[in-house]
Structure formats: structure tokens, C-alpha cells
């Protein structure tokens, strides 16, 4: 668990009155700034509006869609275009062709009609005007009306009459309506010839119904020449393409259908196992290393499910192997822990006989046994920590979260290390906020972190105070301790929740600590889904602040507290807030020889004045009491 | 730490230091005793038992050892030791199995040493029925004020009738009945009752029922409460599962109950 890992170290920048110090050095990488104040909300809604665009613009992309259904889309809309393509073809090659078969026979039986007509003509060379008009009227008459089946039209105009005149004759007088100057000039122009145009023609119904529109001429010796103009109807070839039009579409709809069926089936046949080695790829991606693909056969798709199996087996392994090899380490470092502290209680406990007496013992080992005795205790407490950091690096941690009260936990912290901070003269100045009360923690890893934390303030202040700062909402409770010392870089800010991390190496540890305190404690705090998160500027000082979800495990978004604060010494000595736990609190003012003026703290860092146990640092502590 | 611990001023009178060079008692508490009382160090690892040994006689203990749990056995009622020091880890029989079987035929006090701290060995041990757990290593002073405030403290004679529920506890004969008949306790399951049924209009916390009956300063494992709870409850409850005697108050403590 390295510190990048920690949310420590925000980004983000404060808008604070400290001006001079630091340009700003985002760490970056890390994750989402905890946005403070009201610039979060409304960041959230003005990013609601794009994400909601982005999912529609997802959706509409067919590159999103699954591949069943773009398989069964793209083969509908081939065959709709390929069945369109051969019904048209179809369609037109059926209607030309009754149109020509229907066309010849009308052009036959219009030479026949011709030839009958000259004939009947001709025999009435000799008749009386009124026996020739009643024969050509009862000609058209009988013509008109029948031929094949269909109705045809028939029309009589006479051009040129050297004899007796015929007059006008026809079965339907609308067929005139057809006739027009052209047409009447193309049969007159090609008397032999047969003329015809295919025309609409309204049917009684209001319809244009197709039909074919034939002219000739007639010469009839003696009398002169007509134009024979017929008209048939094509309605019957008509009725039978739409006949055939309607079987095709017919057909067409029936042949998609199956069309669109088969795809269905064939997407699924491939996509089905390939659904399947996704979710088995996304269970073993959520952890179950033992999803495994079901295969059957020995096609492509099978090999795919295959290969997955394989790839998942051979990563199980994996897995398997190095967490084994990972656990016996653990289990290696603690039972070397262990193993270490039976022995090492008889050493303590001689030790700690030997100390009793000492005074018995010449000089010299009057010393020895004092380092004897500290060194054991260190020893011990390295040990500790080493065993607790295996206990987290096994997951083998546990959250013992009951109600707790939290500034009664920091007020206790507090007092644990007041002796310590007296003997180093260091003012700790304590405002427990009124909104951080209880909250389900672990106590004993909140006690751990916070004393962590105020030691290290101490150890690291160079004799300036510590403020401890508590707050809380309705979802999160927080601390922070700062310190006006030495203080660390943004950059080193990242670097130490590492294990044994020193901040200068040249410089000696003056409070014995082990180098996993802040590692350890980390841990604790993500042990209860909370931060610990560090922040500094160099020789100004260094932040720290834990915060902790009201319940374990609930999400936390953002700190009560703000991590990146002025370092303004003078702010962080004046005001100070009335206490709930009834403390005296110890100004500057109160205590003028206590802390050097604001403007010198940043040069007097040296260790060794901040190691003795100075007398106002003991006057404090009788006075802060 | 060590700054303020080995802070220069020569005090000459360091509380026990004086009285070691001596081999007399050198506690006020065990004055008042006519014998001194006998504590039996189970533990393999000689060593430390040497040790414990060393420094046990010079608070004024007598102490016999024992390397395994079968010597242990052999031994305890020949003895009749005041209190038992039982490391949790030993060859063979394993000082859980060795505390269940003491547990069987004495309620001596059983204080177990072990080094490991995790969650399932102290409660098994503890559900054995050892009676309070030191986790190696630990301070000479630690392990005296451990064993001191176990071994029975000699009480002024009393004449106190205790009652909770439909118990009655007549204090200074150690007795407990119902009806009537004796109920057997262990001296520390008798201190937690008695401590629970002189004042059964208070709710008592974990750590104040750790300061009253284990005798600790500072906050220490509350498990250590609720095991011997569990393990009271089992002796004195008509129905364990539904306590009327020792009452839990959720998220504070424990208090008497009416036992109806």
C-alpha cells in the first residue's frame, strides 16, 4: 500500500491569503481534488447535462450496439435492397412482356379488322349512301366491344372521299378525346402502317386505366381513304401484373422474414458463446478466478472458449502461486515476529530487573543498562509495528468499529502526549469542533493514528504548537493536526505513508519512532474506508488530516476539514475557540517565554535544544493542567 | 518516552527498587497474607520461565514450573497453586486444552500468556476459561499487577447478603445459590456478580468492569468482558440466550437485571 495509493496530497489549490509560498505543484495523478465549499455542486449539475448527452451519443453510435443485433440489421437491409432489386427486375420483365404479347395481338387483330373493314367497304361500292352509313354503323358496332376478350373502341373517320362520303362513325365517342393531331398525322403519314401509343384512359370509376390507342388507314377503291382508329383496353394485363406484383411483394416479405430469421439464429449461434466468454472473463475480472467457459464442439468458437479456459486456468495458477508465495512471506514475517517476542520478553523483563536496580551498579553499567532498556523497548515497538503491518499486508486486519465519541478520543490522544510535548515545550492548542461527536471507529486504531500523528507534530515541530483541529458533517468527522516546523515539501507530502520514508535522511530521529507509524496508520484509516492525507510546505510546516466516515465502509466525498491551510503562526496561536472539555488553554500571551516570537521559528531548528526538557516546557505542563 | 523516563534527577526512591535487594515481601498488600501465595508457570520455554521465576520470588511469590501441559496437570493438584500462568503455546497437550482441564476440576485463577494477539486466540483461550491474557512481551510491573489482582485480595470479614435477581450471594463464604442450591463460579465470574449486584440501579461499562474486577488502569481488550459475560450467563441464567440477570445495555455496558 504506497501513498500514491493514499487520497493523500490534493491537487487542488487553495484560494488562502498565504500568497509567497509554493507555486503550485499539483501532485499529480492522484485522484479527484476534494472539492470544498459550493463549487462542488454545482460542478456535479453542470456535469450531469454532458454525461447525459455522451449516453445518448453512445446509444446512437451502432459501433455501441451488440453484435446480434448488427449482424440481424445489416443482413435485413442487403435483403431487403437485394429482394427490392429482384422484385422491380421481376415486375418489369413480366410487364414488358404482357405488354408486347398483348400489343402484337392488338396490331394482328387490327390488320384484321382493316382488311375486314376494306372488304365490307368495297362491297358497298353500289349501296345507297344510307345502306352504306347503316353498314359501317353496324361495322363499328360489332367491331366495337369485343376482340380477345377485352373491350375494344372502335372509330371511323373518313379522310378522303372521292364518292360517297361516310360520316363519322364510332362505338364510343370519347375515343376522340384520345386521338389528337400528332397521332392523326403519324397514321397519315404511314397509311399502310399500323400506328400505335399505349394511353390512360379514365375508366367509369374515375381510374386511368391503361390502354393502347392503334390507328390505321383504310383505302377503300372507289371511295376513298378513313382512318381506323381502336382503342383496347389493357386492363386485363394490368389486373394480372398487379396480380403478379402482389405474389412477388408477397413472396419478397415471406423470403425476408426467413431472411431475417436465419440471421437471428446465425448471430446467436456466434454470439451466444462469445457472451459467455465475456461473462465469464467479467466474473473472473470481479474476482472469480474459477469461471470457466462451457464449450462443445470443435469449431472456431469452441477453440475461442477453449483459449479462454486455458488463459484462465493459467492465470488461476498465477494467482494461486503468488498469493501462496505472498502468504508464506507473510506468514514468514509474522511468525518471525512471533517467534522473536518470547525471547524478547525474557530480555525485557531481564532488562527491566537490571534497571530496578541500578543503583547498585558501578557507573558505567548504570548507562548500559538505561540503553539496554531503551533499545529493548524500541526493539519491541518495531516489532509491534512490523507485526501489525503484516497483519494489514495479510488482510488479516479487522475493524472492531463501535459508537465512539471522537473528540473524547482526540481529547485523550491529547493528554497521552501532553507529558511528551511539555518535555518539548511544545504548546498544544486544541479546538475540538462541535460537529465532530461519535462515529463508529475502531478506537484503538483511531487512538493509534492520532497519537501517530500528534508524536510526529511533536517530534517534527521544532517546538512550535500543534494545532488539533476537529469538525464533522453528517457524513464524515475529521482531525487535523499541524505543525509549524520544519515542515515538508507538497512532493515528499505523497512519500510519507511510506514504510521507513524519512523526510531528511541526515536527520536523526530524536522520539525513537520505527518508520511505519504513518504507513500503519494510513492503513487504519483505510481500514475504515477513510483518508489520511498529509500536506506541507517546506521549512513552514506540515498538515495532516484524518478523515473517517460516520459509519465504516459509507463513501466518503469530501473532509470536514480543510488539508491545505495557511501556515500563519499567528492566526493558529490567537484564536482560540472556547473548549467543550473544560481545558485552561495556554496562549502565547500567557506565556511569553514559551515560543519565540512568529518571525525567528522558522531559523531555530535545532534538535538538540528542542530534545531537552526545558523548564517552560514543564512550566506548561503544570500550568496546562 | 525514554527522554522523560531516564530524565537525570537521581531519585533514590524508586518504589520497588529498594525493597528487591531484600528477599522479605516487599509489597504492602502481601504483608497481610500469612502465606505467600503460589503461582504455577506453565511455559516451554525455560528461559522465560527462569525469568518469570526471578522476578515473581522477588515480589514475594512462591513459583513452580512446569515445561508442558502434561507436567502441569500432574502437578496442579499436588500444588494447589493460588494462580496459574499458562503460556497458550506448548508442546503436546496446548494451553487451551490445559486451561479447559484445569477449568474442569478448580476455578483457580488462569492468567494466559501469549504472543499472539489475534482476535481468535485470546477468545478461544479466553472461552476456556483463563481469566485474564498478557501478550507477549510485557513488563515485569504488567505481569505483577496482572497476578496481583487476581490472586485473592484479602477482604475485610463481612457479613453481606447480596441478592440479584433470584440469586443470592453470600459474599464472604464465595457462595451463590439459587433456591437454595449452590451455583459454582470461579472466583472472578463471583467478583463480576457481586460487583454487578451491589449496585443494580448502575449501568457499568466494559472498562469500568475491567478497572473493578481485573484491576486495569487503562483501557484494556473488552473482549475480556465479554467472554466471561457469556461464560457467567451460561453458570447463573435460566436461559442464557435471554439473559435476566446480567443485563446488556446496548452500546453502554452491563447491569443487574431483575431476573424475572
Known sequence: MSASEAPGSETGRTPGAHGPASPATPAAATPAPIAEGPTEASSWASAAWPAWRARLVQVADPRSWSLALRVVLVTTLLSTIALLTVGAYLSTVIADGLYEQRRDRVLEETIEVRDDLGESLAQLSGATSTQQQDAVSAFVQSTGGQGGGDRREVALVPVETTGTVFPVASSDRTLFDEVDAEFAAAVAEQPDAVSWRSIGRADETGRTAPALLVGTRVVVPGSGSYDLYLIYSLQEEQETLAFVQRVILGGGLVLLSLIVGIAIVIARMVTTPLKRAAHAAERMAAGDLASRVEVAGADELARVGESFNDMARSLQQKVDDLTELSRVQQRFVSDVSHELRTPLTTIRMASSVLDSRREELPGELQRTTELLAAQVQRFEVLLADLLEISRFDAGAAELEALREDMSALVARAVEDVRPLAGARGCLLDVRLGEGASTAVVDARRVDRILRNLLTNAIEHGAGGPVLVQTAGDEDAVAVVVQDFGHGISPEDARRVFDRFWRADPSRARTLGGTGLGLSISVSDAHLHGGWLQAWGQEGEGAVFRLTLPRRPGTELVRSPLRLERPFDRTLADASVSPTPTGEIRIGPDLLPDLDPPPGEDGESEDPTEADLPTGPGTATEGRTR | ?260
Not at chain 2, 481485573?214 to 435471554?242: C, F, M
Open chain 2, 1 to 260: 518516552m525514554q527522554g522523560v523516563l531516564t530524565a537525570p534527577e537521581p531519585t533514590a526512591g524508586h518504589p520497588s527498587g529498594a525493597a528487591c535487594g531484600v528477599h522479605a515481601p516487599p509489597d504492602g498488600t502481601m504483608t497481610s497474607m500469612t502465606t505467600p501465595s503460589r503461582i504455577l508457570v506453565v511455559d516451554d520455554d525455560q528461559a522465560i520461565a527462569e525469568m518469570v521465576g526471578i522476578v515473581l520470588r522477588g515480589k514475594g511469590f512462591e513459583v513452580a514450573t512446569s515445561p508442558d501441559g502434561a507436567s502441569a496437570l500432574e502437578a496442579f493438584p499436588r500444588l494447589r497453586p493460588d494462580l496459574v500462568l499458562l503460556d497458550l503455546m506448548l508442546p503436546g497437550m496446548d494451553g487451551i486444552e490445559v486451561c479447559r482441564r484445569i477449568r474442569r476440576e478448580s476455578g483457580v485463577p488462569i492468567l494466559m500468556l501469549t504472543a499472539r494477539t489475534d482476535t481468535a486466540d485470546v477468545v478461544e483461550g479466553l472461552e476456556a476459561g483463563a481469566d485474564d491474557y498478557l501478550t507477549k512481551p510485557f513488563e515485569p510491573e504488567e505481569l505483577v499487577a496482572r497476578i496481583k489482582a487476581r490472586v485473592r485480595r484479602a477482604e475485610p470479614a463481612t457479613t453481606e447478603q447480596l441478592s440479584i435477581g433470584d440469586l443470592t450471594i453470600d459474599v464472604d463464604g464465595h457462595e451463590v445459590r439459587r433456591a437454595g442450591e449452590l451455583i459454582s463460579l470461579t472466583p472472578l465470574e463471583f467478583d463480576l456478580l457481586t460487583q454487578l449486584a451491589r449496585k443494580p440501579w448502575q449501568v457499568f461499562t466494559r472498562d469500568v468492569l475491567l478497572r473493578d474486577v481485573w484491576g486495569y488502569r487503562h483501557s484494556a481488550d473488552t473482549r475480556l468482558v465479554n467472554v466471561h459475560v457469556q461464560r457467567l450467563r451460561s453458570k447463573i441464567e435460566q436461559d442464557p440466550e435471554n439473559p435476566a440477570i446480567v443485563v446488556t445495555v446496548r452500546g453502554v455496558g452491563y447491569r443487574a437485571g431483575s431476573g424475572s
